[in-house]
């Protein structure tokens, strides 16, 4: 069951992030307004015999990350397993996708302090974004515990 939950958020965040990529993408085409113009780093176009292909695989590679996000998502449901180990292993799957993928696109990386740029951006991005949630999940409960105790006593 958690295995089948995982691949339809996989699923659903791939095609959720190449529609808005596409949507992006068009909506920057058109602001631009020249020719040759692909919403795309030249180093990475470079690799490919046309733009419209690198454009392509791009999308492709950015549904991927977020097809990995979507997916391993099911690690928070894990309940045997601490908030800590959870949020660890999610960090780290995530990573293995995302960081090849930024370097790749965006030529994040190619030297030692655009890669540790990105690690460190994609490490200060995490954590924030984990004491949002947990304040956020931590006031939830003290809610509910209220709510509770005020049923008790009624």
Do not use: H
């Not at 602001?31 to 733009?51: E, H, T, W």
């Not at 292909?53 to 549904?63: D, K, P």
């Not at 309940?79 to 370097?103: G, H, K, N």
């Not at 890669?115 to 974004?129: A, G, N, P, Q, R």
């Amino acid at each position: 069951m958690l295995l089948k939950k995982g691949i339809v958020r996989g699923i659903n965040s791939f095609m959720y992030s190449v529609t808005i990529n596409v949507i992006l993408s068009i909506i920057l085409i058109v602001i631009v307004n020249k020719p040759d113009f692909l919403p795309i780093v030249p180093d990475y176009a470079a690799r490919f015999s046309s733009g419209t292909l690198a454009l392509l695989i791009q999308w492709m590679l950015i549904g991927l990350t977020s097809a990995a996000f979507g997916f391993w998502s099911i690690i928070m449901e894990l309940e045997r397993m601490s908030l800590l180990l959870q949020s660890i292993l999610y960090f780290v799957l995530t990573a293995i996708v995302w960081i090849p993928v930024a370097i790749f696109c965006w030529s994040l990386g190619e030297n030692v302090f655009s890669f540790i740029t990105i690690v460190t951006s994609y490490v200060v991005s995490y954590i924030v974004t984990w004491i949002i949630q947990y304040r956020s999940c931590r006031d939830s409960i003290k809610k509910i515990n209220q709510k509770l105790e005020e049923l008790r006593n009624d």
